[in-house]
């Protein structure tokens, strides 16, 4: 059950209280109510776990990024140190590894935005669900303060 459906559940337990006549105030089984915040607060832990399983996903996809991007650099410099020796192809080897090395520098970049945009869109989202879930938890917290 998602932290949400709980939300809706303590909303219908007080909904479902015991009225007492000429007040605001309900009467609800308070056995019920705390254990289902008992379950509420075992389920949040599971939100923020969530949060840090795609914290660490983007971290993982930018250390891949990047040893990608060494390991295009390292095989550009190993190219050129076999080169060295012969002029015209040194020439041609700089040209080259130049390009390599802009080709996978730009790679690079392009991996580690994508990589940000995607944990940030996700992050966006898992913000949105939260920030509902914390509406709700404080309109419930509202309601039931009104009523007593």
Known sequence: MEFYDYI?????????????PFSNKVIVDQEKILSLLDDMIKVLPDEIKKAKKILEERQ?????????GEMILKEAKEHIEKMVDQNE???????KSEEILASSKKAARE??????KYADEV???????LEKILT????????LNQRM
């Open 8 to 20: 809706e559940k303590l909303q219908s337990l007080i909904s479902e209280g015991s009225r007492i």
């Open 60 to 68: 993982r996809i930018l250390v891949e990024a990047q040893k990608e």
């Open 89 to 95: 192809i040194v020439k041609i080897a700089r040209e």
């Open 111 to 116: 991996i580690r935005v994508g990589a940000n």
């Open 123 to 129: 992050l966006a989202q898992l913000e949105k669900h």
């Open 136 to 143: 709700s938890v404080r309109d419930g917290r509202e309601e």
